[in-house]
């Protein structure tokens, strides 16, 4: 074994007693020093400039919309089953406010997708992402390139691309979501999402506990590489984590109130990244894992259910209580072992190694202790997570 896994260091090397493994929330006692901002310390935060969240929001999506200006021309990108469940409202309220709504089926999650949608634009003031991760995804990539305001319209609360400025399509040159450029307005349905099917909203709390593992991989790269970390941004995206831990039942119920609370926490999660100028508060190592799974076991379980499970493993080799992040998945009826979603133990080891390789600029804890395929499979063994 080239490092000692459950001190989550090499040997010979202190362990990290600057995160005692004890909580999951410590931060209070680091200090580090502060990396470049960029320019003369310049730093842009990108944030949504209207975010609602109700019941029955989509039957009022055109008095919402029209808030933001003489919005006439909407460009509603969706997928069939949600736009027979939801287009019916969706689109009197646009009518009834004046805005001439055009529908479009977003037919992959690629970039060929989102830039035929971009590239047949003409004259529309804003393009709405009305549905899950396709939708959303897709109409937040076409909107950027094309340079119209974009509307993120959510009918499950799948991951943290709600609010957020990335974007996660393939075709892309790298594996992983891509900066773009927040929503405009956020109108978040909660009679809507709970409504939506059980796992998609699990899978939303795996991707909210992976900030407790991310935010811990962005202050590593501070103090190991001098990277720019953003405390405010760190703290708030760890905030999502604890809240949503804090009513994991209520949301395992999908109770209105524990979804209303879901939802908030995907969004604030967004928020942070829009505050940090990058995805750093909300993807880290746990993060790089998922991404791995992508590739070499496609299609295999929800983006969030995958970072859920791998955020085990992330919190393992931080040294921090990965016992507690596993009662948390289990607590909520979200899958804790890769098994669950399809994937062997041989994959999910594979998936280990190739992570740092995932993203290489992207330091973090696996690219710092660098498992073989002989630790991974020891790791996952004693995670119980293959
Ligand atoms: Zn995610």
């Not at 709504?101 to 009305?130: H, M, Q, S, W």
């Not at 590593?220 to 604890?242: I, T």
């Not at 890769?338 to 330091?363: K, N, T, W």
């Amino acid at each position: 074994m080239g490092y000692n896994i459950r001190a989550g260091c090499r040997p010979g090397e202190a362990p990290p007693a600057r995160w005692p493994g004890a909580s999951l929330f410590p931060d209070r006692t680091i200090t580090a020093p502060v990396g470049s901002v960029g320019d003369a310390g310049r730093h842009l935060m990108r944030l949504p400039e209207r975010v609602v969240v109700g019941e029955e929001l989509l039957g009022r999506m055109g008095e919402e919309i029209r808030e933001l200006g003489d919005i006439r021309r909407a460009l509603v990108v969706t997928g069939p089953n949600v736009w027979r469940i939801f287009g019916g409202s969706v689109e009197r309220s646009l009518e009834g406010s004046g805005i001439k709504p055009t529908v479009t089926f977003a037919n992959a999650a690629t970039k060929e997708e989102a830039l035929r949608i971009a590239g047949a634009r003409g004259g529309f003031d804003l393009i709405i992402g009305l549905g899950g991760g396709r939708p959303i995804d897709v109409a937040k990539y076409a909107a950027h390139v094309s340079g119209a305001w974009f509307i993120s319209a959510p009918t499950s609360a799948a991951h943290d691309g709600i609010a957020s400025p990335m974007a996660s399509l393939k075709g892309s040159d790298a594996p992983y979501s891509e900066m773009t450029s927040p929503p405009r307005a956020v109108i978040a349905d909660i009679s809507a999402i709970a409504s939506s099917p059980p796992n998609l909203s699990r899978s939303g709390f795996g991707d909210l506990l992976a900030k407790i593992t991310a935010t811990r991989d962005w202050k590593l790269a501070n103090l190991e590489r001098g990277e720019y970390y953003g405390e405010y941004a760190a703290h708030l995206a760890l905030l999502s984590a604890r809240v949503v831990i804090n009513n994991r039942k209520r949301i395992g119920r999908m109770s209105e109130d524990g979804v209303r609370v879901l939802v908030e926490a995907l969004i604030s999660a967004g928020v942070a990244a829009g505050i940090a100028g990058s995805s750093r508060p909300c993807s880290g190592s746990e993060h790089l894992i998922s991404h791995a799974l992508d590739l070499i076991s496609p299609g295999k379980g929800l983006h969030g259910e995958k970072v859920g499970i791998a955020t085990i493993v992330a919190a393992k080799l931080h040294g921090l209580n990965w016992m507690r992040i596993r009662k948390a998945l289990e607590d909520v009826g979200a899958p804790t072992t890769f098994h669950e979603l399809g994937i062997s133990r041989d994959q999910a080891c594979r998936a280990i190694v190739m992570a740092p390789s995932v993203r290489p600029d992207r330091y973090t804890i696996i690219h710092k202790l660098r498992p073989d395929y002989d630790q991974a499979c020891s790791l996952v063994d004693e995670l119980e997570v293959a």
